[in-house]
């Protein structure tokens, strides 16, 4: 599924679907590198994810491979860096201005069903420079940022784990699987739950939440699924910000990034605008079988699903075009009954006349007016083959019945299977403040009628921002979408006065205009929790531009142009995009935890409080703590595998290297240990700042570092 669309519609709609990453080795020999060990580190504040996926696989042929590692990217997220540990020494992943490999393993250029299902419409492909030796183990650490689901303050978060349609070709148990989900909120939590498993551990305090999971000597078979609720009482609009130096800064539109986040009112009695709404069915020859069972499906459920008081239409289109009823009928009892006996008659046959189609729809809503809100809902399944087939003559006449209908209409479109005409759709919906989305054969039913629910209660259309004074710019989305009840305004921007403002939503509710004054607090400092906002920011631009980029010819010197910009975005802010991707690596020895340094989650160095690397080592596997930064205690975790006992000591130090505490842990074989640190109680004296930590055991060293406020 393939999306460019504006930032609230894409909150409601996607969903996580990352999972474990796969080994393709170039051998006609073996056809995946066995998984033996998958930690999942979640790091979220509000609805801001940042996941760091961390991979081990084995090598068991009898001889030296090259390799390629792909990951099931989730369409919506975009990947912040990749490093890996391959014969004993990490590397880093390069990013490049070039697109990324195809996937070429397994000795042939052809692939099993099984791959190209496990990875989806969206993998991230890398190709890595070095071969794996005999018997030795790569290990894989992925990290990606995405804005998660939300919904009447519901925030899912999903990590399919179901690895059985690979580990099905290997055969192998997977020694260690593990979940650490950390959630910050400035609105209160109001409940977590871990639905797909049975945690180790949730905690809750109303403002920082904790779920904890691990199992060993398992298969992968079950999706990781977290929820969350957000307190529905504190709405309004919510405001972070972070301001860099000018070392930090590579353009000219300011030191300062911020994210607006606003909602309106959610509660049953508040009143929501009624729709004038047309849905427009393709029903030509290609729609056949079951996608036409499909399509009347997400019909009967639109239709079943109107307001009173909203007005709608039917039109269904092949070589001719037809009609439920000449014009905009109320929604009553009588009228649904008719509309779903007309939708079961629905047949598939003929060509695809788009053009007649919106040439039908769109007069039809000379009636309708600013007070209502004026939605088409469009789907084809494939290219313009009647009527006007030009795609710019086409955009071009849709443009103009619009220009000639004075009131504004919000086109959605959406392309069913691989055939359509991407940029007609994409074009359509840009230039009426719309959505284009891109669904597979089997999607159309649960897709449509899903966003259906998302924009059945609009409560403020035609919608602007004001700053006073104007000190707010590089603004995305750059169309802001109408708000509907129980979903939200994402805004992303930059500033470079920290100085008060207000800040004015504006629009239109039941004819009359509406405004709801803020004053958010721009940050004059750089705030290291919220240091991915640059990065969601950049990730927004992009996918403005490339909404720009996919409404015209690519071979234009403005599409070129736009292209090169995206690539500088990408670049700059080591954020993946269509255009740029990981090519080549370089060694490094000072790896960092990046869940909180390269993933973006913190940008001061890490200190150099030991000089060892910190590794994946053949005792101590992995650590960090959490919460990150915190104000009263953290709990540093750590895994101990090789049947060791012993006692493993844990140092903390401040930013000049001194000692502050130092405490024991006793170790009794394999498993996962955690110490709390509590400095409000322990060292009252100690100021807040970086601190950093070391765990030694058995001659091994990891190290970590964290921010105490």
Same mark, same amino acid.
């Given at each position: 599924?393939?999306?460019?669309?504006?930032?609230?519609?894409?909150?409601?709609?996607?969903?996580?679907?990352?999972?474990?990453?796969?080994?393709?080795?170039?051998?006609?020999?073996?056809?995946?590198?066995?998984?033996?060990?998958?930690?999942?580190? *979640?790091?979220?504040?509000?609805?801001?994810?940042?996941?760091?996926?961390?991979?081990?696989?084995?090598?068991?042929?009898?001889?030296?491979?090259?390799?390629?590692?792909?990951?099931?990217?989730?369409?919506?997220?975009?990947?912040?860096?990749?490093?890996?540990?391959?014969?004993?020494?990490?590397?880093?992943?390069?990013?490049?201005?070039?697109?990324?490999?195809?996937?070429?393993?397994?000795?042939?250029?052809?692939?099993?069903?099984?791959?190209?299902?496990?990875?989806?419409?969206?993998?991230? *492909?890398?190709?890595?420079?070095?071969?794996?030796?005999?018997?030795?183990?790569?290990?894989?650490?992925?990290?990606?940022?995405?804005?998660?689901?939300?919904?009447?303050?519901?925030?899912?978060?999903?990590?399919?784990?179901?690895?059985?349609?690979?580990?099905?070709?290997?055969?192998?148990?997977?020694?260690?699987?593990?979940?650490? @989900?950390?959630?910050?909120?400035?609105?209160?939590?109001?409940?977590?739950?871990?639905?797909?498993?049975?945690?180790?551990?949730?905690?809750?305090?109303?403002?920082?939440?904790?779920?904890?999971?691990?199992?060993?000597?398992?298969?992968?078979?079950?999706?990781?699924?977290?929820?969350?609720?957000?307190?529905?009482?504190?709405?309004?609009?919510?405001?972070?910000?972070?301001?860099?130096?000018?070392?930090?800064?590579?353009?000219?539109?300011?030191?300062?990034?911020?994210?607006?986040?606003?909602?309106?009112?959610?509660?049953?009695?508040?009143?929501?605008?009624?729709?004038?709404?047309?849905?427009?069915?393709?029903?030509?020859?290609?729609?056949?079988?079951?996608?036409?069972?499909?399509?009347?499906?997400?019909?009967?459920?639109?239709?079943?699903?109107?307001?009173?008081?909203?007005?709608?239409?039917?039109?269904?289109?092949?070589?001719?075009?037809?009609?439920?009823?000449?014009?905009?009928?109320?929604?009553?009892?009588?009228?649904?009954?008719?509309?779903?006996?007309?939708?079961?008659?629905?047949?598939?046959?003929?060509?695809?006349?788009?053009?007649?189609?919106?040439?039908?729809?769109?007069?039809?809503?000379?009636?309708?007016?600013?007070?209502?809100?004026?939605?088409?809902?469009?789907?084809?399944?494939?290219?313009?083959?009647?009527?006007?087939?030009?795609?710019?003559?086409?955009?071009?006449?849709?443009?103009?019945?619009?220009?000639?209908?004075?009131?504004?209409?919000?086109?959605?479109?959406? /392309?069913?299977?691989?055939?359509?005409?991407?940029?007609?759709?994409?074009?359509?919906?840009?230039?009426?403040?719309?959505?284009?989305?891109?669904?597979?054969?089997?999607?159309?039913?649960?897709?449509?009628?899903?966003?259906?629910?998302?924009?059945?209660?609009?409560?403020?259309?035609?919608?602007?921002?004001?700053?006073?004074?104007?000190?707010?710019?590089?603004?995305?989305?750059?169309?802001?979408?109408?708000?509907?009840?129980?979903?939200?305004?994402?805004?992303?921007?930059?500033?470079?006065?920290?100085?008060? @403002?207000?800040?004015?939503?504006?629009?239109?509710?039941?004819?009359?205009?509406?405004?709801?004054?803020?004053?958010?607090?721009?940050?004059?400092?750089?705030?290291?929790?919220?240091? @991915?906002?640059?990065?969601?920011?950049?990730?927004?631009?992009?996918?403005?531009?490339?909404?720009?980029?996919?409404?015209?010819?690519?071979?234009?010197?403005?599409?070129?142009?736009?292209?090169?910009?995206?690539?500088?975005?990408?670049?700059?802010?080591?954020?993946?995009?269509? @255009?740029?991707?990981?090519?080549?690596?370089?060694?490094?020895?000072?790896?960092?935890?990046?869940?909180?340094?390269?993933?973006?989650?913190?940008?001061?160095?890490?200190?150099?409080?030991?000089?060892?690397?910190?590794?994946?080592?053949?005792?101590?596997?992995?650590?960090?703590?959490?919460?990150?930064?915190?104000?009263?205690?953290?709990?540093?975790?750590?895994? *101990?595998?090789?049947?060791?006992? /012993?006692?493993?000591?844990?140092?903390?130090?401040?930013?000049?290297?001194?000692?502050?505490?130092?405490?024991?842990?006793?170790?009794?074989?394999?498993?996962?240990?955690?110490?709390?640190?509590?400095?409000?109680?322990?060292?009252?004296?100690?100021?807040?700042?970086?601190?950093?930590?070391?765990?030694?055991?058995?001659?091994?060293?990891?190290?970590?570092?964290?921010?105490?406020?």
């Amino acid at each position: 599924m393939k999306n460019f669309v504006t930032l609230m519609i894409v909150l409601a709609l996607s969903a996580s679907l990352s999972a474990n990453g796969v080994v393709i080795p170039d051998s006609a020999g073996i056809k995946y590198l066995p998984l033996i060990s998958s930690m999942v580190d *979640v790091s979220v504040d509000g609805q801001v994810a940042i996941t760091t996926a961390t991979q081990v696989f084995l090598n068991t042929a009898e001889d030296s491979l090259k390799i390629q590692y792909a990951f099931p990217m989730p369409v919506e997220a975009s990947a912040l860096s990749l490093m890996y540990k391959i014969n004993n020494q990490w590397y880093e992943a390069k990013f490049s201005a070039t697109e990324q490999d195809s996937i070429s393993g397994g000795g042939t250029t052809t692939f099993d069903y099984e791959l190209l299902t496990y990875l989806g419409e969206n993998p991230l *492909v890398y190709s890595l420079d070095q071969p794996i030796h005999a018997d030795s183990t790569l290990t894989v650490e992925l990290v990606y940022v995405e804005l998660l689901e939300y919904k009447l303050g519901k925030v899912n978060y999903n990590y399919p784990n179901d690895y059985e349609m690979i580990a099905d070709s290997i055969d192998r148990l997977i020694d260690l699987q593990k979940l650490q @989900f950390r959630l910050l909120s400035d609105r209160t939590i109001t409940d977590i739950k871990l639905l797909s498993h049975t945690a180790d551990s949730i905690t809750n305090t109303g403002t920082e939440a904790n779920i904890y999971y691990s199992v060993t000597e398992q298969k992968a078979n079950q999706d990781y699924s977290v929820q969350y609720m957000l307190s529905q009482e504190e709405l309004g609009l919510y405001s972070y910000s972070t301001f860099l130096p000018d070392s930090m800064i590579p353009d000219t539109y300011g030191n300062g990034f911020f994210l607006f986040v606003a909602e309106p009112d959610p509660s049953e009695n508040q009143k929501v605008i009624d729709k004038v709404f047309t849905l427009i069915i393709d029903r030509s020859g290609s729609m056949s079988g079951d996608k036409i069972v499909q399509a009347r499906n997400a019909a009967k459920f639109i239709t079943q699903n109107l307001n009173l008081g909203d007005q709608f239409n039917i039109i269904d289109f092949a070589s001719d075009i037809k009609s439920f009823r000449g014009e905009h009928v109320n929604f009553t009892a009588a009228n649904e009954s008719a509309a779903l006996d007309y939708i079961d008659h629905l047949m598939a046959t003929g060509s695809t006349n788009i053009s007649g189609a919106f040439g039908e729809a769109i007069p039809q809503f000379y009636a309708a007016s600013s007070n209502t809100a004026n939605i088409i809902i469009f789907f084809t399944d494939g290219q313009q083959t009647a009527g006007i087939t030009d795609t710019d003559q086409l955009i071009e006449y849709v443009d103009n019945l619009v220009v000639q209908n004075e009131a504004k209409i919000s086109i959605f479109t959406f /392309g069913i299977g691989s055939s359509t005409n991407e940029r007609l759709l994409t074009t359509l919906a840009a230039n009426n403040n719309g959505l284009a989305d891109f669904l597979g054969n089997d999607e159309l039913e649960d897709k449509i009628t899903e966003f259906y629910l998302l924009i059945r209660n609009p409560v403020l259309i035609n919608t602007s921002i004001m700053a006073e004074p104007d000190l707010l710019s590089e603004i995305y989305p750059s169309r802001l979408p109408n708000l509907y009840k129980g979903q939200q305004m994402i805004l992303a921007g930059r500033y470079d006065e920290h100085i008060p @403002f207000q800040l004015t939503l504006s629009g239109q509710a039941f004819g009359d205009p509406v405004g709801y004054a803020y004053e958010p607090v721009l940050s004059d400092s750089i705030i290291s929790q919220y240091a @991915f906002i640059p990065k969601i920011w950049a990730k927004q631009k992009i996918a403005d531009l490339l909404t720009e980029y996919y409404r015209l010819n690519p071979s234009t010197s403005q599409a070129d142009s736009i292209k090169s910009v995206i690539i500088d975005i990408s670049l700059d802010y080591r954020v993946i995009s269509p @255009f740029t991707s990981f090519k080549g690596s370089f060694e490094t020895d000072d790896r960092t935890d990046p869940a909180y340094t390269t993933g973006g989650y913190t940008t001061i160095e890490t200190l150099e409080f030991d000089k060892s690397p910190v590794r994946h080592n053949s005792i101590l596997l992995t650590c960090r703590n959490f919460p990150n930064p915190f104000s009263h205690s953290t709990t540093i975790a750590f895994e *101990v595998a090789g049947g060791i006992y /012993g006692e493993a000591v844990i140092s903390i130090y401040d930013a000049l290297g001194r000692m502050v505490e130092e405490f024991t842990i006793v170790v009794e074989g394999d498993d996962h240990y955690e110490l709390i640190w509590y400095p409000a109680e322990t060292r009252p004296d100690l100021p807040a700042g970086l601190y950093g930590y070391t765990i030694r055991l058995k001659g091994e060293t990891l190290k970590g570092s964290m921010i105490y406020q």
